[in-house]
């Protein structure tokens, strides 16, 4: 309906996502009156468009079943007099929100683990609609892309040799490196790869990543922990 073709990186998904952000928060704002006068309640159902191009539009919902994209908010005109006009705004906002979401995630069904967050990084780094709408946070239009990529040295331990209050971790997709760097770490117990849902430790004499649960050490554990030896690094030190 809107594109010869799809955006399928990141980069172009969030490009997608930002235009037709910017299009919605300018008709919400800058374009407030002109958005209000068209969403005259004797009309037929009726949606708020972004667009990548950065206009918006107020029109019928499209025809083909099911549609190309996801659809925006049906009927959004039919409770503008019934509302105060700031709430019905805020409203309008929050159902756009929901809709930019979906449009970026159903671009980015074929993107991986690591590829899906790095793109609700970048959109998370933006204000939502809803809270430029409402005034709750300045308009940001540009996110910071450089989420600060960590070493392995930084993340497991402070400058004193204490382990960190956050566990340590092999280092978190850092959105600037490879994703497929982190694929490689493996856990030094059972071989298993890395996954960001479970807790890992780092040995500090062979440098060697564990699983928590593979080396029976929690993160509760990990906090009062100096210098972490793994069992086998333990078991040399023992016959020395």
């Given at each position: 309906?809107?594109?010869?073709s ?5 980069e ?40 990548p191009?950065?206009?918006?539009e107020v029109?019928l919902?499209a025809?083909?079943?099911?549609p190309?994209l996801p659809?925006?908010a049906l ?19 929050v159902?756009s ?9 159903y ?5 991986n ?7 609700f ?9 809803f ?11 540009k ?9 392995r040295?930084?993340t497991k331990?402070s ?5 960190k ?6 280092p978190?997709?850092?959105?600037e490196?490879?994703d497929d760097?982190?694929?490689?770490t ?9 996954n ?5 430790i780092?040995c500090?004499i062979?440098e ?19 210098q972490?030896?793994c ?10």
């Amino acid at each position: 309906m809107e594109m010869a073709s799809s955006p399928r990186t990141v980069e172009e998904i969030f490009k997608d996502y930002s235009a037709r952000r910017n299009a919605v928060v300018r008709a919400l704002t800058d374009n407030v009156d002109e958005f209000y006068g068209l969403c005259d309640p004797e009309k037929e159902n009726l949606c708020l468009y972004g667009h990548p191009n950065e206009t918006w539009e107020v029109t019928l919902p499209a025809e083909e079943v099911p549609p190309e994209l996801p659809e925006p908010a049906l009927g959004i005109n039919f409770a503008r007099d019934g509302m105060n006009r700031k709430d019905w705004l805020s409203l309008v906002a929050v159902h756009s929100d929901s809709w930019l979401l979906s449009v970026a995630f159903y671009f980015g069904a074929r993107l991986n683990r690591s590829e899906r967050k790095r793109l609700f990084s970048l959109i998370n780094d933006l204000p939502t609609v809803f809270e430029v709408v409402t005034e709750r946070k300045p308009v940001k239009e540009k996110p910071s892309v450089d989420s600060g990529s960590k070493s392995r040295g930084s993340t497991k331990r402070s400058g004193d040799g204490l382990v960190k209050s956050t566990p340590k971790l092999p280092p978190d997709e850092s959105f600037e490196e490879d994703d497929d760097e982190h694929s490689e770490t493996l856990c030094g117990s059972c071989g298993g790869n890395y996954n960001a849902d479970e807790f890992w430790i780092g040995c500090d004499i062979c440098e060697k990543w564990f699983h928590g649960k593979c080396v029976k050490i929690t993160p509760a554990k990990a906090e009062n922990i100096k210098q972490y030896k793994c069992p086998s690094c333990s078991l040399k030190r023992g016959r020395q």
